[in-house]
């Protein structure tokens, strides 16, 4: 069964539309077939009151009950649009994910730019224009090594 939620479903689903079909609407044809069937087909080939069913008609599907007809005559003509709505929004989707994840790296450069020096306090993003001035370490700032990492963590994951 193609999954319409993902793109190689979508494209499954569009080649089974696409082979052997009319590129129109489906419609259905007229009350009974020879058979006392249902018949579907393509909305050109609908016959006209009183004209006949014959071996030269060649519907889409035969179905027994009118309520199935409207189902399978109104799923086929929707679904080209309904596909090309979930690919719109996927396209849309992808393109929030990616502006989420710009903002979180940068939440992230943020955060750990804010972990203070043990020693004096400084904090992480400045520790190049100033030195230590805890005299212990020469002037060499200290960072918790877990304290960088789970600052910029916290914010690639979302975490306030
Ligand atoms: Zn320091």
Redesign the pocket.
């Known amino acids: 069964m193609s999954d319409p939620t993902t793109p190689e479903g979508r494209a499954e689903l569009r080649r089974l539309l696409g082979s052997g079909f009319t590129d129109q609407p489906w419609a259905i044809w007229h009350d009974l077939d020879h058979q006392g069937f249902k018949t579907i087909g393509d909305e050109a080939g609908v016959l006209s009151d009183g004209k006949p069913f014959t071996e030269e008609c060649n519907p889409f599907a035969h179905v027994y009950t009118d309520d199935l007809a409207d189902l399978i005559v109104a799923a086929v003509t929707a679904l080209p649009a309904l596909l090309d709505a979930l690919d719109q929004a996927d396209a849309e989707l992808a393109g929030y994910r990616a502006e989420e994840q710009r903002v979180r790296a940068w939440n992230a450069l943020v955060n750990e730019g804010n972990v203070r ?6 904090r992480y993003a400045e ?1 190049e224009e100033y030195s ?3 005299e212990r ?1 020469q002037g060499v ?2 960072y918790d090594p877990e304290e960088l990492v789970e600052a910029r963590r916290r914010a690639l994951e979302g975490e306030p």
Request: a negative charge.
């Open positions: 020096c043990t020693d004096c306090g400084l520790r230590c001035g805890d370490h700032h200290y």
